[in-house]
């Protein structure tokens, strides 16, 4: 892989935030996040539409948090941005509002720009890392975007800048709270196709990338349980083989490897010992055994962490909310966890 083809950005370069669906809660959040915490404002830059965040800088930045709006050209005009004034670039053509709250192929196409925007500065070395707000997935498809999700698609964006097939650059989906970490073996696809992804190679990736990433950011002999798939993780074969024939054989690759890796642990209490401390991630099976234990825990302060990128990219761990968009009843919070994730990381990279 050509990593020579990546400048990576200096610590005091910018945290890119991308807008997210302008039909849904990311303006929202952004001007929250970015009005509770003004500090911010001199180490981010949102890549969106100038005309959607102004109208949010004037709905949600109210009273004494109320936000200025400042359009830049380029990341490097953050330094001349006076103080309390939301850096914004024009990443997207949007045209005209959208509706609040409904799926609109304007609304994707945006979101998908913005994202592609955001990638690229980040792969030129201009930006720090990025921080993406929630984007649909159905949206994103109308759109006629190819990618189901923010995941596939800045694998798909590095792949390209670095000229390698997308299969040379795997990666995987970390969901953090605090108290617990999971990884993802697969991402967006169906049960049954998530069952066919579970084969030792997959796991041992997953393993793999997940210990990387761990050492990467100081944790210096990461603690890593792997999930079983079936209940009781097969129970020596009584609920299921693939645990004993397909996960088991990777974990023993990984640990003659030099990684600390443990399991197949039966999925229904391993998430419960992580939190306890006794790991420091779970390797998950599969989208749902991986997530669910996360945003149970702790849906207001979750981050969504894409490991095996060529640069750092967060997010929160929510969706659009349609269903509040616009009602101001949208919280901030996991945003501003995505973007202490963000500092913490690119500050170890």
Not at 257 to 269: F, M, Q, Y
Request: glycine share 10%; proline share 6%; charged share 15%.
């Amino acid at each position: 892989m050509k990593q020579s083809t990546i400048r990576h950005a200096a610590r005091s370069s910018p945290i890119v935030l991308t807008m997210g669906d302008p039909a849904g809660i990311g303006p929202e959040i952004i001007v929250k996040a970015l009005s509770e915490r003004p500090a911010l404002l001199s180490q981010t830059v949102v890549a969106g539409d100038v005309e959607t965040l102004r109208r949010a800088a004037r709905q949600w930045g109210a009273g004494s948090n109320r936000l200025m709006l400042a359009e830049i050209a380029e990341l490097a005009d953050l330094a001349a941005v006076p103080p309390g004034c939301m850096a914004v670039v024009q990443a997207c053509k949007l045209g005209e509002p959208v509706a609040v709250g409904r799926i609109s192929v304007h609304a994707g196409r945006a979101a998908a720009d913005c994202i592609e925007w955001a990638a690229k500065a980040a792969l030129e070395g201009r930006a720090r890392a990025v921080v993406t707000a929630p984007i649909h997935k159905e949206a994103l498809a109308a759109a006629g975007v190819e990618h189901p999700g923010h995941t596939e698609l800045l694998q798909a964006l590095s792949a390209a800048h670095l000229g390698v097939a997308v299969a040379r650059l795997p990666v995987r989906m970390m969901l953090s709270c605090p108290g617990l970490s999971t990884v993802l073996v697969s991402i967006h696809v169906s049960l049954r196709q998530a069952l066919d992804a579970v084969t030792t190679e997959q796991v041992l990736q997953t393993i793999r990338i997940t210990h990387a990433h761990f050492l990467r950011i100081g944790v210096a002999t990461p603690r890593i349980a792997v999930a079983g798939l079936n209940p009781h993780a097969g129970e020596g074969g009584l609920f299921g083989v693939e645990d004993r024939d397909v996960i088991a054989p990777a974990i023993e690759r990984a640990r003659q490897e030099g990684v600390d890796a443990s399991g197949p642990h039966a999925p229904d209490t391993v998430f419960m010992r992580a939190r306890q401390g006794t790991f420091d991630v779970v390797v998950a099976m599969y989208h749902d055994q991986g997530l669910i234990p996360v945003k149970l825990l702790g849906l207001d302060h979750g981050v969504n962490t894409t490991l095996g990128l060529p640069f750092v990219r967060t997010s929160p761990d929510h969706g659009t909310a349609f269903d509040i968009a616009g009602a101001g009843r949208a919280s901030p919070g996991s945003l501003l966890a995505a973007i202490d994730a963000a500092l913490a990381a690119s500050l170890t990279s």
